[in-house]
């Protein structure tokens, strides 16, 4: 199956730092997420980014679908960002709804 | 109630026990899921449902049993369970299957096996 990488595994930023964390995948894909896990497990969509790039505040992603690479840009981070970012993706050409997740960059933020 | 909302959060169960996790989502989707979140692992599919019907199995031990009694609404049946069956139990929601849809996540159920 599909196999999805996430880089790095653990970042430890000071407050206001910026960040880029990355997905590799090995395959096409018709479907990107990136989620933000909090410490209470609640998984939070952040972008559904199957290729280009999309803003939504401090946070930004792209995916350059071709390159089969996805970057999840953080600016001025906050220690509320903590917690673990997972990219989710789905084979090209399935329908059935089989999401891959990779196993996560834990974030922590210190104030 | 609004999104995804999963029942009971936390549930600490014997392996004898019989229980059920409820989700039911409120964003009129078709599509339901069911993952297992183990310490240290990422997010492993379990269940798929689309209109009601299941479209994947992952190879789930039968100790879990599925059902989709309609769109809104999923259930994980659970017995006989094992302590390595102690987990984050994560339901989701999309419009449909097929790989165009975003997924939403409700807040998890938190299972202990003793």
Redesign the interface.
Known sequence: GIQVEQSPPDLILQEGANSTLRCNFSDS???L?W?HQNP??????LF?IPSGTKQNGRLSATTVATERYSLLYISSSQTTDSGVY?C?V???????????????TTLTVKP | ETGVTQTPRHLVMGMTNKKSLKCEQHLGHNAMYWYKQSAKKPLELMFVYNFKEQTENNSVPSRFSPECPNSSHLFLHLHTLQPEDSALYLCASSQETGGIDEQYFGPGTRLTVT
């Open positions: 894909v018709n479907n997420q989620f209470w497990g609640q998984l939070i969509n559904y997972f989710a789905e084979p090209y050409n399935t329908n059935a709804g089989k999401s891959t997740f990779g196993d996560g």
